[in-house]
């Protein structure tokens, strides 16, 4: 893509070199226990369920994620999935393995991307993130998922609106191993792992964990 030709510069502090440089990477807010043992919400010590997930019905066993999605890595998300900067998935991927353990799982699965916005767009950052996090925990990537045509945008939605947009987006459509990983670029509500677990579970898979390079954080 374009960021090929143009000068590198970090997108946060503007200092010539890496897309995001050491220092701001640094920077960036890592989500750290105690946690939600379930959704992985930081809680102020370590729970089974949490305010943010208890009573709901979740197909996945558990999420993690390296970053708060936070004013400060917004800009940096938003470059990477609407501007389809190719080596920020590589260097998304390299935070997650420094922040998670290598999951236990047969292999990486990612969400689905729909299929419109991805021709619009060029690229799916899900499948990007997945491919490179796979190669580093030395897992295969499978494609299970598949999305329903034309589903409705989620930003702007409120949460139950998220979750009843999303619910039935996703199919699997092979035969799904036990264990597998689920990679998102952010996890917000849940709602879109949580309908892409369900879809997982359909076919086959018993325990489904999720992955994010980022979540939002509810200010409590
Ligand atoms: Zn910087
Ligand atoms: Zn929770």
Known sequence: MLDLLLP??????LVPGAQVCDGCTAAL?????????????????????CAECAGRR??????????AYD???RPVVAAWKERGLRRLAAWA????????????????????????RKLQRGHHAA???ANELAALWELPVRTFLTRARGSPRQRGLARHERRRNVADAFLAHDR???????????????ATANAAASA????????????????????R
Do not use: N
């Open 200 to 219: 997982l579970r359909k076919g086959g898979a018993r325990t489904v964990e999720v992955v994010t390079f980022a979540r939002t954080i509810r200010i």
């Open 71 to 73: 004013d400060r890595l």
């Open 176 to 190: 799904v191993p036990s264990r597998v990983v689920l990679v998102d670029d952010v996890y917000t509500t849940g």
């Open 29 to 49: 807010r890592r989500i750290e226990a105690p946690l939600c043992e379930r959704c992985g919400a930081p809680t102020a010590w370590p729970v089974q369920r």
């Open 127 to 129: 499948e990007r993130l």
């Open 93 to 116: 991927a390299a935070v997650l393995r420094e922040s998670l353990p290598r999951p236990d799982a047969a292999c990486v699965v990612f969400v689905a991307g729909d299929p419109d």
């Open 8 to 13: 590198q510069r970090c997108l946060l502090c």
């Open 58 to 67: 979740l197909a996945f066993a558990r999420a993690r994620a390296a970053l």
